[in-house]
């Protein structure tokens, strides 16, 4: 049961260029998604979230969209930094916390 | 800023033994979570805890597996009996609501157990 799917397990981009994370879901019953940072063994790292009933969500460099029809959103991080290197989930919260498979990203300089 | 803490932070252990991990989540937080990440795969539900009691768990939570709030802080989850595909980082993570407010997670940095 996939519910969290993440297409691409990795993404390499050069530093300062955008970094577009994907994120597709099935369950509409999802009220928030939320995305997360990790480091190799570190916990999951909360970096931000939005509301199943907003399409936009911006903190800082990070800003995720939300197309509610598409059951799809994205983590766009702008100006990307090598320490931004790390793998990110996306999550969705029905009663618990669902993670996708997550997506490598490195940021060269 | 206060933070999940969980010991072990690597524990190896034999098959068919009992294994304790132990977390402390963030104080003033009222729900509790069990997750894991086996090598190379995504990070699984376990288990939530509130008011001293399972409110959810997932398919992975059989019997071997248990939960308890021994006391005001700490968090325990027990593997009765292990097996080599528990081998796994076991991740504690607690909330001050509950999940589906969209309340923030957080996730202590997670005991990595290995099963020989």
Redesign the interface.
Known sequence: DQQVKQNSPSLSVQEGRISILNCDYTNSMFDYFLWYKKYPAEGPTFLISISSIKDKNEDGRFTVFLNKSAKHLSLHIVPSQPGDSAVYFCAATGNMLTFGGGTRLMVKP | EPE?TQTPSHQVTQMGQEVILRCVPISNHLYF?W?RQILG?????LV?FYNNEI??K?EIFDDQFSVERPDGSNFTLKIRSTKLEDSA?Y?C?SSEE?????N???????S?LTVV
């Open positions: 999940v979570y997750y795969q995504k990070v699984e539900f939530s409110s959810e997932s980082m991740f993570a509950r999940a589906s407010s969209g923030t997670i957080y996730f202590g940095e997670g990595w």
